[in-house]
């Protein structure tokens, strides 16, 4: 374990449901980001929180919707998503987005989502 | 704004051969470098990184990476490939921004070491 943890490993969900994506650290970070990974495509930087305050929103499409309540969870709440949003969603933690550079990330091992 | 390219798909060599994984990368102003790699059914995990100094650098296993300016390359090397270092490998580009920095990453190489 790397000290993220993701839940749940995997899901599978119709277009019309409404699930989250739960991401959790207990590595006294401050900056907690969320992923898009698909195959053969770079891994896309979806949304980032440093200290609980959105920092980025990589032009994600607003049936993505994040929240960061404290600086240990991160949930990314999806509604009305489409086939192509299938992928492995990754979640990371860094020291804080400043840091990047001497403390790295530490990503979580991934929710691998399938819209039927 | 900066970019990662990684030509291959996959690499493929016999276990005990060298290999290398290829990158280059585009950004403005001074590049932040990094390799990650993914085994299966898990997240990435650091490898290595070029921040300053030495052009060659040493991660963890045994990987080094050739920072070459010239070339905007920072390709992995290993001198001798194991079976278990099949897996996904990652580089990245991190750069500064007005919130801190931003890390982009490529689309991955599949490396497969044969037996």
């Known amino acids: 374990e790397t000290g993220v943890t993701q839940t749940p490993r995997h899901l599978v969900m119709g277009m019309t449901n409404k699930k989250s994506l739960k991401c959790e650290q207990h590595?006294?970070?401050?900056?907690m980001y969320w992923y898009k990974q698909s195959a053969k495509k770079p891994l896309e930087l979806m949304f980032v929180?440093?200290?609980?305050?959105?920092?980025e929103n990589n032009s994600v499409p607003s049936r993505f919707s994040p929240e960061c309540p404290n600086s240990s969870h991160l949930f990314l709440h999806l509604h009305t998503l489409q086939p192509e949003d299938s992928a492995l969603y990754l979640c990371?933690?860094?020291?804080?987005?400043?840091?990047?550079?001497?403390?790295?990330?530490?990503f979580g091992s991934g929710t691998r989502l399938t819209v039927v | 704004a900066q970019s990662v390219a990684q030509p291959e798909d996959q690499v493929n060599v016999a276990e005990g051969n060298p290999l290398t994984v290829k990158c280059t990368y585009s950004?403005?102003?001074?590049?932040?470098l990094f390799w990650y790699v993914q085994y299966p059914n898990r997240g990435l995990q650091f490898l290595l990184k070029?921040?300053?100094?030495?052009?060659l650098v040493k991660g963890s296993y045994g990987f080094e990476a050739e920072f070459n300016k010239s070339q905007t390359s920072f390709h992995l090397k290993k001198p001798s490939a194991l079976v278990s270092d099949s897996a996904l490998y990652f580089c990245?580009?991190?750069?500064?921004?007005?919130?801190?920095?931003?890390?982009?990453f490529g689309a991955g190489t599949r490396l497969f070491v044969k037996a």
């Open positions: 990371a933690s860094s020291q804080d987005s400043w840091n990047i550079l001497i403390y790295g990330y530490t």
């Open positions: 590595l006294g970070h401050n900056a």
């Open positions: 929180y440093n200290f609980k305050e959105q920092t």
């Open positions: 950004v403005s102003g001074n590049p932040y």
């Open positions: 070029y921040i300053t100094g030495d052009n």
């Open positions: 990245a580009v991190s750069s500064q921004g007005t919130g801190g920095f931003k890390t982009i």
